[in-house]
């Protein structure tokens, strides 16, 4: 093991949270490619050895956790629940998040057609979405978008490999516009 790999493997085990690529490389004096390769290295090698953490990608992040293999010990040693499963609301606002980000609170009541108060703060409660800004208009509603337990928990590596869906748009196409009735087609018209 050379010593960036054992830099990146230190780093990863001390913070426990994503760490971002370019800070890594920034502080070990090296291209953020470098620390792709000895990330993947290290990454591979734990994977061929069997070994109980893994070194995941998040992006443009790190980050060292238990292997999936582990998760049966770990939980029973640490007691931990296992977190309640997504109700058929929460997944549908987090998928309208995950493929339309950032988005507003209305903007996903538009595409859902329901009040999504409810499902917006519980998905910012269990750290799948996030607060990214405002938009630029009148009231600066909230843009939301997903986060890397988001990643994490939906086993991704990046937003890149999410299965591709028809996009929706809100703007009614041309062709299904009805054609214009004339005044005088209309009910009671004066002829």
């Known amino acids: 093991m050379n010593e960036l790999e054992r830099a990146i493997e230190a780093i990863l085990f001390a913070a426990g949270d994503p760490v971002d690529t370019a800070r890594m490389a920034t502080v070990l004096d090296c291209d953020p490619d470098e620390i792709h ?15 109980g953490i ?7 992040q790190y980050q060292m ?10 939980t029973k040693t640490l007691e931990t629940r296992k977190p309640p499963k997504l109700s058929s609301s929460l997944l549908e606002t987090l998928t309208v998040v995950a493929y339309y980000q950032p988005v507003t609170k209305t ?4 595409i859902r057609g329901v009040d999504s108060g409810y ?22 509603p909230i ?5 890397p337990d988001f990643l994490r928990t939906f086993g991704l590596h990046s937003l890149d ?5 028809e996009r929706m748009s809100l703007e009614t196409p041309p062709e299904q516009v009805p054609e ?12």
């Not at 903007?107 to 538009?110: D, G, K, R």
Request: charged share 25%.
């Open 180 to 191: 214009q009735l004339a005044v005088d087609d209309l009910p009671g018209a004066a002829p």
């Open 54 to 60: 893994r070194i995941v990608r998040l992006g443009e």
């Open 37 to 51: 390769k000895a990330a993947q290295v290290l990454s591979d090698q734990m994977a061929f050895d069997r070994r």
């Open 107 to 110: 903007y996903l009541e538009q």
């Open 143 to 147: 843009l939301y978008r997903t986060t």
């Open 65 to 74: 956790c238990s292997s999936s293999e582990m998760a049966d010990v770990v």
């Open 119 to 140: 499902s917006v703060s519980s998905l910012l409660n269990r750290h799948l979405i996030e607060e990214c800004g405002r938009l630029n208009v009148p009231g600066r």
């Open 161 to 165: 490999e999410l299965p591709e869906i």
